[in-house]
């Protein structure tokens, strides 16, 4: 699965501590998901797009 | 915009880290080498001390990297994870020099007793750690049941037919702690946890 995390935070100039802080998880945990390497659970999911105000079929992509 | 706070360390800082990693490793070994009789020592006797400093060292990394590079998300992670690590190694310790200070019984008591204080905070662990950290968990303990499981189907096959001498449970233990460790760094590099 493919996201836009990495962007979406560059355009809030968060780094990945701070996305971290607001999701309530680990920093490598953020960047597992940037990097691909882990597909968030469907509630980290919701809170992501929450986070971001947008919709989660516009962050994540198949 | 797409510019990116997070300020990643220089090659020269890795490398130099790597370097250090090295030099510890080397200092580790070269210290375990000289206050232990490793020619005279059983096999398994060494395998479970190699375990033990390998996992006591990892406890005094995280050590280091939990004050240089802090986080408040999971909070306690860090430091649960440093109490198991240490923990576990002090046990693998504890049966092969107690009884030189304390009688057989009371050193499997107290074995006993920090293996219960292990287990509660391995569970503290589970229950502070975040997501990714518990998949990377899950994944090393299935990992290491898989490998585990063929290598006792294997073996077992091989003694019964009278084929290779029996191993201790000793013996089993330092190879179970070597798999698990093994498969703990593969799980976590391959979420991206090793860099």
Do not use: H
């Not at chain 2, 939990?66 to 998300?73: A, I, N, Q, Y």
């Not at chain 2, 306690?76 to 923990?87: K, P, R």
């Not at chain 2, 898989?146 to 003694?159: K, M």
């Amino acid at each position: 699965m493919n996201n836009r995390l990495k962007v979406l935070r560059a355009e809030r100039n968060w780094s990945q501590a701070e996305l971290a802080d607001r999701l309530g998880v680990s920093r490598q945990t953020v960047n597992a998901l940037e990097t691909g390497r882990y597909d968030p659970s469907l509630p980290l999911a919701f809170k992501i797009a929450r986070v971001f105000e947008q919709p989660i079929e516009s962050i994540f992509t198949d | 915009m797409t510019v990116s706070l997070d300020r990643k360390p220089s090659l020269a800082l890795r490398i130099l880290g790597i370097a250090a990693l090295a030099a510890a490793g080397g200092v580790t070994g070269y210290a375990l080498a000289g206050v232990t009789e490793l020619e005279t020592m059983p096999w398994d006797d060494s395998l479970n001390l190699l375990m033990a400093a390998l996992l006591i060292v990892s406890a005094l990394a995280s050590v280091v990297v939990m004050f240089t590079r802090p986080s408040s998300v999971p909070k306690g992670c860090g430091v649960l994870q440093i109490v198991v690590l240490l923990l576990a190694g002090v046990m693998l310790l504890l049966p092969m020099y107690g009884p030189t200070y304390a009688s057989p019984d009371l050193i499997f008591w107290a074995v006993v007793a920090l293996l219960i204080g292990q287990s509660v905070a391995n569970l503290m662990l589970w229950n502070t750690a975040d997501e990714l950290f518990r998949r990377v968990m899950a994944e090393t303990s299935a990992l290491a049941f898989w490998a585990v499981q063929l290598a006792l189907f294997v073996y077992a096959a091989a003694e019964r037919l009278g084929l290779i001498q029996s191993i201790s449970a000793w013996g089993m233990m330092g190879i179970l702690m070597g798999v698990y460790l093994v498969c703990s760094v593969i799980a976590s590099a391959r979420r991206g946890l090793a860099t």
